[in-house]
């Protein structure tokens, strides 16, 4: 298929709703970088049809990268990545209130993919600095974003005083 667009927005997944209070970081630096970005909820386990659909199609619909997040078993960045084509996946592993394993759990499952299936991982919670590779991502096609990001590091480092008082 001949493509006459490029890719440059961002997909944000998440398995629950429950997932929203960590991934919102996500969308906050996105907005702050002026990276366009949709978000849903699509569970590995609970909407596997609505799972096989999003991945299928996420690169048709012009979506350069997907940011991911579950807890627990999250099987989620795993199977997007197996199905969707060529977007990158990065995973955010999010420490689920109800496995008390501390996100461990989830960390390792979006971690210890196999050969051939590539999911880029953040820290657990990571979702901004998910968002931030995203951007730097899109940035590769988007003069725009790139100049956003570039500026946003150094208002980062502008910010940081050289004295503790
Ligand atoms: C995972 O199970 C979700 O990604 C979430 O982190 C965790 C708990 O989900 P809920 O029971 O809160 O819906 O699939």
Redesign the pocket.
């Known amino acids: 298929m001949k493509r006459n667009k490029i890719n440059n927005k961002v997909a944000i997944i ?6 929203y209070r960590v991934m919102h970081d996500c969308e906050k630096i996105l907005r702050t970088l002026k990276v366009k970005f949709e978000t849903k909820i699509v ?4 909407t596997p049809k609505r799972l096989y659909e999003f991945a299928s199609s996420v690169d048709k619909k012009g979506f350069a990268v997907v940011v991911s ?6 099987h ?1 960045s795993g199977m997007v990545a197996s199905i969707a084509s060529s977007t990158t996946i990065i995973g955010v592993p ?1 420490k ?4 008390g394993l501390d996100g461990l759990d ?1 960390c390792l499952a979006t971690l210890m993919m196999p050969p051939g299936v590539p999911v880029g991982c953040v820290a657990i919670d990571g979702a901004f600095n998910a968002g931030l590779l995203a951007a730097s991502i899109i940035g590769i096609v988007d003069p725009k974003v790139k100049s956003n990001l570039e500026k946003w590091k150094r208002l980062q480092t502008n910010s940081v005083k050289k004295k503790p008082k």
């Open positions: 998440m398995g629950s709703k429950s997932d569970s590995a386990h609970r997040g579950a807890g627990g078993a999250a989620l999010i689920s209130k109800k496995s989830a």
